[in-house]
C-alpha cells in the first residue's frame, strides 16, 4: 500500500519533488509540520494507551499522583504553546523567503482567461516584447518574475515543482518569482475554481541551459514562417479569409485578433488547448472541427470547413514553428 500511496509524489506536478528555491522553502516547511505533527500524535497515542491499560485506577485519589498528572498537564500545554509560536515564526520566514529573489532575469506577465493562459515576455524596447500561450520557456538558476492578473474570474497559478500558489484577480496585480534549479519540463495548472473547463486549464514551464533560452527567446521574437508546401499555402489563405484572423494574431500576417491565443509560433509548442492534447497534426485537426466536443463551453466557435480545407488549415499551423 505504502508505494501505492507514494506514487504521486515525484514527476512533473509534485509538490514533492522541488526544483526551485521557492518550492523547497515550501517542501521544508511541510516536512517540518509533519514530522513535529507525527511527534505529537505519538505521544497522544502513548499517553492514551497508558491510562487504558495503567493497572493501578486507584492512583487518581493520591495526591501526590494529582500534582504529578498536573505538573504533565501544565508541560503538556508550554509544549503546545512553543510548537505553534515556533512553526508561526517558521511559516512567516518561509513565506517572506518566497519573493525575496534579487536582480530577476525575466519578466512575464501573465493574463490568466477561462481557459487558457496568456504569457507576455517583457523588454524595455516594447518592439522585443512577445507572447505565448499555455507555455512558458525560463533559462535555468535566473530569477523569474511573473505578475499575474485575472481577466474574468478568479484563476490560481499554480506549478508545484518551482513555486507556491498565488491569485489571479481582476482588477488586481500579483507578484510571484521563482527559479528553476534543475532543466526538465514542468506542470502548472490552475488551483482556483474557475467554471467548467477549471481542471483542463493547464501549462508547461520548460527549464533549460540559458544559451537554448536565448535561441528560443529569438525565434519567438520573429515573424511567423511563411509555407513552402502548397497545402499549407492553401491553408494560410482558408486561415486569412475566415472568421480565425479576426481572433487569432499570427505575427507577420494580416490576422492581428486578440481574443484567443496568439499562433505565431504554435507548432512549436507542446499541447495545445491549455494542456488537453498533445500538438500534433492529427489533434489540431480535431481541435479546428469542433472545439466544443474537446472543451465544452470554450469561447471559440464551430467554424464550417470541409475535409479538405481542415487539413490544409492544420498543415500550416503545424509548421508554424
Not at 495548472?189 to 493547464?202: I, K, P, V
Request: hydrophobic letters at 45%; proline letters at 4%; one cysteine or more.
Amino acid at each position: 500500500m505504502l508505494p501505492l500511496a507514494l506514487c504521486s509524489c515525484t514527476g512533473i506536478q509534485s509538490v514533492l519533488d522541488a526544483q526551485g528555491q521557492s518550492a523547497v522553502l515550501l517542501s521544508n516547511l511541510i516536512f517540518l509540520i509533519v514530522f513535529i505533527c507525527a511527534i505529537v500524535w505519538l505521544c497522544v497515542m502513548a499517553m492514551l494507551f497508558l491510562a487504558l491499560f495503567r493497572r493501578d485506577r486507584t492512583a487518581n485519589q493520591n495526591p501526590t499522583a494529582e500534582r504529578a498528572m498536573g505538573r504533565v498537564v501544565a508541560c503538556a500545554v508550554c509544549a503546545t504553546v512553543a510548537i505553534i509560536a515556533g512553526l508561526t515564526v517558521f511559516s512567516f520566514y518561509t513565506t517572506r523567503g518566497l519573493n525575496s529573489l534579487e536582480d530577476e532575469e525575466v519578466t512575464i506577465r501573465v493574463r490568466a482567461q477561462q481557459w487558457w493562459w496568456q504569457f507576455i515576455y517583457h523588454d524595455r524596447d516594447r518592439r522585443r516584447m512577445f507572447q505565448t500561450a499555455n507555455e512558458i520557456h525560463v533559462p535555468v538558476g535566473k530569477t523569474v518574475r511573473v505578475f499575474l492578473e485575472g481577466v474574468d474570474v478568479i484563476h490560481s497559478f499554480w506549478v508545484p515543482s518551482l513555486a507556491g500558489k498565488q491569485d489571479a484577480i481582476p482588477g488586481r496585480e500579483n507578484v510571484l518569482t521563482f527559479r528553476a534549479n534543475r532543466a526538465g519540463i514542468y506542470r502548472g495548472q490552475c488551483a482556483e475554481f474557475c467554471g467548467l473547463q477549471h481542471s483542463h486549464m493547464a501549462f508547461l514551464v520548460i527549464a533549460e541551459p540559458e544559451d537554448n533560452y536565448l535561441q528560443w527567446e529569438d525565434q519567438q521574437r520573429g515573424n511567423s514562417m511563411e509555407p513552402r508546401e502548397m497545402e499549407a499555402r492553401s491553408g494560410k489563405e482558408i486561415f486569412m479569409n475566415k472568421q480565425c484572423s479576426a481572433c487569432h494574431t499570427i505575427r507577420g500576417t494580416l490576422a492581428a485578433g486578440t481574443t484567443g491565443p496568439d499562433l505565431t509560433h504554435v507548432g512549436s509548442r507542446l499541447t495545445i488547448g491549455a494542456g488537453l492534447l498533445e500538438r500534433t497534426p492529427g489533434s489540431l485537426a480535431a481541435w479546428i472541427a469542433d472545439p466544443q466536443t474537446l472543451k465544452p463551453g470554450n469561447n471559440m466557435p464551430l467554424v464550417p470547413l470541409t475535409a479538405q480545407e481542415l487539413r490544409q488549415v492544420a498543415g500550416y499551423l503545424e509548421g508554424l514553428k
